[in-house]
């Protein structure tokens, strides 16, 4: 795209989504503040932003969700099933969403969806997205980073998750642009004052680009660092209880998006012995011994990562 003008439409409606999961509490707390401060749809600096407390059953009971993960039901199979009584209250509570901020896929669809998310891996601040060219969100990234007061530039990420077009899962896959804008560490079930902080200074950076863009303002393209997911690393189990035999290792522990090299350790046995990173290609873990994975069968996930891109001209 260098030297070359790319003329977007105007990003006028805007959904900002938190307590998809209800134990992650930054999106819980920062969704209830406007909520008590505003109106549940609001228009400021001509942007239309409706506020939503995506799973209020899993915040009310501040469990990540009642029956089945929210995050996962953004399929266009699950949107367009069958609900009867007794579909999990997660999918029918999908369904309702992708009537409020779509339909997904659909014109009417949100021009942007922002859902709050925390991790208890040492992740800084994440914006987590299936492309890896959407100049929107790009250069809401970007203008995230330029902030001359921006004490997170050092721990601030673009997380790219490379997934077939038609099988995003997450709820801000629903609207035209979107990504997950998630904060840790934080342990689950509880509310640190600076990580809402970063959460609040993110969503403001958000919301004054799309004002400035909305208002005719021209942005530079230039390189932007992606993070592409290439795989989970499962813990170690044992062959028959499936029970995990290792933790992460203390090398590795908090040390999310440091280059991890062949013969690295990643996993102390519960025995005392040290297990090494088998693959031959240096990659980045991210969300290392994330909390919420362990059901999930995931003790961290590796990407590579790719300087090259440019977010328009």
Not at 199 to 206: A, I, L, S, W
Request: one cysteine or more; proline letters at 5%; glycine letters at 8%.
């Amino acid at each position: 795209m260098e030297g070359r003008e790319v003329v977007l439409p105007t990003v006028f409606r805007v959904a900002l989504c938190g307590g998809t999961h209800g134990n992650e509490l930054s999106g819980v707390y920062l969704v209830r503040e406007r909520l008590k401060r505003k109106r549940k749809v609001e228009e400021e600096d001509h942007i239309y932003v409706v506020t939503v407390m995506s799973n209020p059953r899993a915040v009310q009971q501040c469990r990540r969700y009642t029956e089945t993960d929210l995050n996962r039901c953004f399929t266009h199979a699950t949107l367009s099933g069958p609900v009867t009584d007794k579909t999990p209250y997660e999918i029918v509570r999908s369904q309702e969403l992708n009537t409020l901020l779509g339909p997904k896929g659909s014109p009417e669809a949100m021009d942007l969806v922002c859902d709050l998310h925390n991790t208890t891996a040492n992740m800084g601040l994440c914006l987590i997205a299936y492309s890896d060219c959407d100049w929107i969100s790009l250069h809401i990234y970007r203008y995230l980073q330029a902030r001359e007061n921006n004490p997170h530039r050092d721990s601030l990420f673009w997380m790219h998750f490379l997934i077939r077009v038609d099988l995003p899962y997450s709820l801000d896959s629903v609207g035209k642009h979107g990504f997950g804008e998630l904060i840790g560490p934080q342990a689950h079930g509880v509310v640190r004052s600076n990580i809402l902080s970063t959460m609040q200074e993110g969503v403001q950076h958000m919301l004054e680009w799309i004002h400035l863009f909305n208002s005719g303002t021209q942005f530079e393209g230039g390189k932007v660092d992606v993070y592409t997911m290439v795989k989970n690393v499962d813990y170690p189990r044992d062959f028959e209880t499936r029970g995990i035999t290792a933790a992460i290792h203390p090398q590795l522990q908090d040390r999310d998006f440091c280059l991890l090299r062949p013969n690295d350790p990643v996993f102390q046995t519960f025995s005392g012995e040290t297990l090494k990173y088998k693959g031959t290609e240096p990659l980045y873990p991210f969300f290392i011994n994330e909390c919420a994975y362990y059901e999930k069968g995931i003790a961290l996930s590796l990407a590579r990562q790719r300087s090259d891109f440019k977010s328009g001209d």
